[in-house]
């Protein structure tokens, strides 16, 4: 009986580091998209941005242009906001144009939007989950092939339903960010990698 019981508490044992590996990929996957990162020198994207809230829901077009960490665009575009909305950063700093044609300057964008246009955006983030780049946050999981599947971020969620595949790239095609109150779509249709458009 004693030995029935340790070989059950060791499939037991094994099952449960299995189910603990599966939340992450395989060195060989983790250091391709390493490798398709590292190889991104400039990203410009456009497609189609949600905003649902009981307070508020609209939707806009989305163009994102991006060289590095320090140093990409954001705008919208809706008659719900009836100016563009483009959010530039530049360093430490962010160079927004609000929806009246105020040019203003901060360096807590998240704050900035939810005290000026009651929008809660996680927006200092959306530059590297826009991509779809390997996170160290809770609850990751990934899709066997080694996408980002989920993860959670502070009070969101961030989840990746569908990709496009190209030939040298795999880049998110729609994204759902989430919170208890408010859903972010961000359905993304074309892309522009190191110049070169994808189709």
């Known amino acids: 009986m004693a030995k029935l019981s340790k070989v059950i508490l060791s499939v037991f044992c094994t099952i449960a580091l299995a189910g603990c590996a599966s939340n992450i990929p395989p060195a060989h996957i983790q250091n391709i998209t390493k490798l398709q990162a590292a ?74 939007l939810e005290q000026t246009l009651h929008l809660d955006i996680p927006v200092n983030q959306l530059n590297t989950w826009l991509l779809g780049e390997h996170v160290n946050q809770a609850n990751t999981v990934y899709y066997p092939n080694g996408l980002l599947k989920t993860f959670t971020y502070q009070q969101w969620t961030i989840e990746y339903p569908q990709y496009s595949y190209f030939l040298n790239y795999s880049l998110p095609k729609l994204i759902l960010v989430k919170n208890k109150t408010t859903t972010l779509k961000i359905l993304l249709s074309t892309w522009r990698i190191n110049g070169q458009h994808l189709a």
């Open 39 to 112: 190889s991104i020198h400039s990203v410009k994207c456009s497609g189609e941005f949600g905003y649902i809230n009981p307070a508020r829901s609209f939707s806009a077009s989305l163009n994102y242009s991006y060289i590095n960490q320090q140093n990409y665009t954001l705008r919208l575009s809706s008659l719900f906001l009836l100016h563009d909305l483009i959010i530039q950063k530049q360093g430490n700093l962010f160079y927004i144009q609000t929806v009246n044609d105020q040019h203003l300057v901060t360096t807590n964008l998240t704050q900035f």
